[in-house]
């Protein structure tokens, strides 16, 4: 089947790295060093983390992962 959004902001399918694969391209970035596995990211420390551009957080109404 297949499932439809409605006023997607964003989209991270976390394929190897933070890309929006929606429209309004709101890339993410990759802090740090974490380990990528099967779609996951891991972290070891504080210092590893995703980071998402605040506009695509004040604008979401459905933000899809």
Do not use: K
């Not at 983390?49 to 004040?58: F, G, K, N, R, Y």
């Amino acid at each position: 089947g297949s499932c439809e959004y409605y006023n997607l902001v964003a989209n991270y399918p976390f394929n190897g790295n933070v890309n929006d694969e929606s429209d309004n391209e709101y890339h993410g970035e990759i802090l740090g060093n974490p380990i990528i596995s099967n779609s996951i990211y891991f972290g070891d420390n504080a210092s590893d983390a995703l980071s998402i551009p605040v506009e695509a957080l004040i604008e979401s109404t459905i933000l899809s992962y």
